[in-house]
């Protein structure tokens, strides 16, 4: 289904950029404009991994980003020596692509640069996902996806960051392993 005019009236997000709307805003807009199928698959994003769906756009965004996480998964549990067989999740398909960009972010030596190379990796994939339909029900899915990964970065702050970073750091011994048991 198409959405000229919801579509159309959409801010255009960035990483890089606050976004002007909210993913709360957006998804009470969404209930306004989108047809009650197109609704479902948009609230199924908001649920965990794996998400159950019919929706192609769902299917192919959930196991990419599953995809991208058994990767993830098994490249920290070879740098620890570790079995990573109890954490991988079933995935339906493979794409070279989602493992090297696993591999390339982990590559990077700062926490932070993992982390936005991830999530460019995403916001690539989500504008593969969208189509080349502007107004599409797989590109109104995309961008909520996007929101997402832009209002969790417009959120991060850098004194709250080394805030959590110091209180971690300065934690003292007992007191980790008193977290470790929670």
């Excluded at 709360?24 to 197109?38: K, P």
């Excluded at 070879?78 to 090297?100: C, L, N, W, Y």
């Excluded at 709250?160 to 007191?175: L, M, R, T």
Aim: hydrophobic share 40%; proline share 4%; charged share 25%.
């Amino acid at each position: 289904m198409n959405y000229y005019y919801f579509a159309a009236s959409l801010p255009i997000l960035s990483m890089n950029t606050p976004p002007v709307i909210s993913v709360n805003r957006f998804l009470g807009e969404c209930r306004d404009h989108l047809s009650n199928t197109d609704m479902a698959a948009l609230q199924t994003l908001d649920g965990d991994l794996p998400y159950r769906s019919n929706n192609s756009f769902v299917c192919q965004w959930s196991n990419a980003e599953t995809q991208l996480r058994n990767a993830l998964v098994r490249i920290r549990a070879e740098q620890k020596g570790s079995d990573p067989s109890v954490h991988i999740r079933e995935q339906r398909s493979f794409h070279t692509a989602v493992e090297k960009a696993a591999l390339d972010a982990i590559a990077k030596e700062n926490p932070i640069d993992r982390e936005i190379a991830l999530d460019r990796h995403r916001w690539n994939l989500l504008d593969e996902l969208a189509g080349s339909n502007p107004f599409a029900t797989r590109a109104l899915l995309a961008y909520s996806l996007k929101l997402k990964i832009a209002e969790r970065w417009a959120a991060m702050e850098e004194k709250k960051g080394a805030e959590a970073a110091d209180a971690i750091v300065n934690q003292k011994p007992h007191d980790a392993k008193a977290e470790e048991t929670k």
